[in-house]
C-alpha cells in the first residue's frame, strides 16, 4: 500500500501565476487535511476535507486558495495569484477515519511540495 | 486555544549518547500529543504519542516521551543516539482533527 502521495514534489511558479498541489490519498482513506510550513516555522492547519465535501476551511486565506477532494481523483489545492509569500513547503495528511481526540486514528503525511514564487 | 513550544530549534548529540527534545505545550484542557519525525526529503512520521493513558509512552526506534501535566511538558528522550536519528522532530498537540505543530527542532549526530 502506497503512502500519501503528492506531486509535484518542487514547483516554481512566477508572480501571479496559478499552482496546483495534488495529494493521492493512502488507499482507502477518504479524510484529507492540508498543512503549510513556511520557512522557521511548525507545520499550520489550512482544510479538512472528506470525499466531495470541505469540513473546515478554518485555516485556509480567504482569497486565491481553494481546496477539493473529488469522489475520483486527488484532493488539489489551488493557489492562485501566486504572490512570493505564498512560498513553503504544502503537506497533505489523509487518515482512514477522521482523527481526534476520541479516535485511534492516525493521519499519514505526504512528503510535501515545496513551493517557490519567484 | 492550544500551541506548542520546542525549546531548542537545535540539537546536536554524540552518537551513543541520550538525546532529549523539549516540548512544551498550552491547552485549556488535556490534550493527545505526539511527536513526529521528518528525515530528509522524506515524509513526516509518528513516533509516539499519548492520549491519556500511560504517561509515559514508548514509540519506534527506542524513543520515549513522558507528559507531566503539572510541568506542562512531554520532552522526548533517547537513551543512545544513532547516525539515522539525524532529522527534524515535530512536536504536536491535537484538537479534535487539527495538530497544532511546534517550530520543529533539527537533530544532528556527530560520529
Known amino acids: 500500500n502506497a503512502g500519501v502521495m503528492q506531486n509535484p514534489r518542487h514547483l516554481v511558479r512566477r508572480r501571479g501565476q496559478e499552482a496546483r498541489l495534488r495529494c493521492s490519498p493512502m488507499?482507502?482513506?477518504?479524510?484529507v487535511y492540508w498543512y503549510r510550513q513556511l520557512p522557521e516555522e511548525g507545520l499550520k492547519f489550512m482544510v479538512y476535507?472528506?470525499?466531495?465535501?470541505?469540513?473546515?476551511e478554518s485555516g485556509m486565506p480567504k482569497e486565491r486558495f481553494s481546496a477539493e477532494f473529488p469522489k475520483e481523483g486527488p484532493s488539489i489545492l489551488r493557489i492562485q495569484q501566486v504572490v512570493r509569500g505564498d512560498s513553503a513547503a504544502y503537506f497533505c495528511?489523509?487518515?482512514?477515519?477522521?482523527?481526534?481526540?476520541?479516535?485511534?486514528?492516525?493521519?499519514?503525511f505526504g512528503q510535501g511540495t515545496r513551493l517557490t514564487v519567484v | 486555544a492550544q500551541s506548542v513550544t520546542q525549546l531548542d530549534s537545535h540539537v546536536s548529540v554524540s552518537e551513543g549518547t541520550p538525546v532529549l527534545l523539549r516540548c512544551n505545550y498550552s491547552?485549556?484542557?488535556?490534550?493527545?500529543l505526539f511527536w513526529y519525525v521528518q528525515h530528509p526529503n522524506k515524509g513526516l512520521q509518528l513516533l509516539l504519542k499519548?492520549?491519556?493513558?500511560?504517561?509515559l509512552v514508548k514509540g519506534i526506534n527506542g524513543f520515549e516521551a513522558e507528559f507531566k501535566k503539572s510541568e506542562t511538558s512531554f520532552h522526548l528522550t533517547k537513551p543512545s543516539a544513532h547516525m539515522s536519528d539525524a532529522a527534524e522532530y515535530f512536536c504536536?498537540?491535537?484538537?479534535?482533527?487539527?495538530?497544532?505543530f511546534g517550530a520543529g527542532t533539527t537533530v544532528t549526530v556527530r560520529a
Open positions: 476535507l472528506q470525499k466531495e465535501n470541505i469540513i473546515d
Open positions: 491547552s485549556s484542557y488535556s490534550p493527545s
Open positions: 499519548y492520549t491519556s493513558a500511560a504517561t
Open positions: 504536536v498537540a491535537s484538537n479534535d482533527y487539527k495538530l497544532s
Open positions: 488507499k482507502g482513506h477518504s479524510h
Open positions: 495528511a489523509s487518515s482512514l477515519l477522521r482523527t481526534g481526540d476520541r479516535t485511534n486514528t492516525e493521519a499519514f
